[in-house]
């Protein structure tokens, strides 16, 4: 489904990876693993089509995704690390607007059940700036229960500032996304207990 061919990676004058080739199918939950600085997040960002490879294409169900955006973008959940929130806003008000921002259809019902189930259900009219780190982070992932549709997830370190029950609540709802025929994208630093370990991308293995 997912196709990466021959891919390279330049920031400034100084090239991060080359010659990354891979696929990943439906069903599969892949992490990207490496160092501080071997670009996790900037592989990460190409593969969303966010920014540019130095080299190399990346394709999604056989389409070049430059190509076929649009169709792609319908298809992909992407969560950066950082939480970008509006810190006047509430949870829903954010949640809200970043399905808006994404292509969404917006229902507040549907928002309010994501956000009680992902444990703000106490938060729902704090405006953002008194919330936690923890549930900041929670905030952006109340938008994975909005997603079945979507079958790519790609989620940059989606696990930080979360609690131990939340990381388990986590790892079974991508676990869950992926046996229902999505694919999972991710990085993380911590080890996540994933009922079935996912595969690892070493991307130091491509590091210039
Ligand atoms: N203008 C630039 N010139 C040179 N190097 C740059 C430039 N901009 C970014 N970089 C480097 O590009 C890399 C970007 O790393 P990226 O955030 O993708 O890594 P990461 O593997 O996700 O790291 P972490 O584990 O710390 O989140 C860093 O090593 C950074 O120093």
């Given amino acids: 489904m997912l196709e990466v061919k021959d891919l390279a990676c330049l920031k400034g ?18 992490r990207v693993a490496g160092p501080n600085g071997v670009g996790k997040t900037s592989l990460l960002r190409i593969l969303c089509g966010l920014a540019m490879p130095e080299y190399g294409e990346v394709r999604w169900k056989g389409a070049d995704i430059r190509k076929e955006r649009d169709d792609f ?18 949870p829903l008000e954010n949640l809200r607007f970043a399905c808006t921002a994404s292509g969404m259809p917006v229902d507040d019902r549907a928002c309010i059940e994501a956000l009680e189930r992902i ?13 936690s ?5 929670r905030v952006g992932l109340a938008r994975l229960f909005l997603s079945a549709s979507r079958t790519l997830w790609v989620l940059d370190e989606p ?6 029950l939340a990381v388990a609540d ?18 993380t630093h911590q080890d996540a207990p994933f009922e079935n370990p996912p595969s690892v991308l070493d991307l130091a293995e491509v590091a210039c």
């Fill in 73 to 90: 973008h319908r298809e992909l959940l992407y969560l950066g690390h950082a939480a970008a929130l509006n810190d006047m806003l509430t």
């Fill in 13 to 30: 004058d100084r090239l991060l990876f080359r010659g990354l080739t891979m696929s990943v199918d439906s069903g599969r939950l892949l």
């Fill in 170 to 187: 986590l790892a079974s709802t991508l676990s869950a996304h992926c046996e229902a025929g999505g694919i999972v994208m991710l990085t």
């Fill in 119 to 131: 444990g703000l259900g106490a938060q729902l009219d704090l405006p953002a700036r008194v919330l």
């Fill in 159 to 164: 696990f930080t500032a979360l609690d131990v």
């Fill in 133 to 137: 780190q923890g549930q900041r982070r």
